[in-house]
């Protein structure tokens, strides 16, 4: 499933907001919770973007062991601004 936040005002609000998400769910059934996030308009600009990042940083969390969440990281941009 997906969640939509509006007008959210920083990445620690984010991180609560899913944090309270996976905590009604794993008290609800036995499973676990992965999450990837991408956030307007710095992870991109149109759904497909954002929902393209958000995918790959959810399999980012279940790659490094499940049951957790990320924020997108657009690596290429990293390695640029380092040159």
Do not use: C, W
Not at 20 to 47: F, W
Not at 56 to 65: D, L, W
């Amino acid at each position: 499933f997906m969640v939509f936040l509006k007008n959210i005002p920083n990445e620690l609000f984010v991180a609560a907001k899913i944090a309270k998400i996976r905590n009604i769910i794993t008290k609800m059934h036995q499973v676990g919770v992965s999450a990837g996030i991408a956030i307007y308009p710095q992870d991109g600009t149109t759904y497909l973007e954002l929902y393209n990042h958000a995918d790959m940083a959810m399999y980012s969390v279940k790659k490094n062991g499940k049951n957790g969440f990320e924020f997108y990281v657009d690596i290429t941009k990293n390695n640029a601004d380092e040159s």
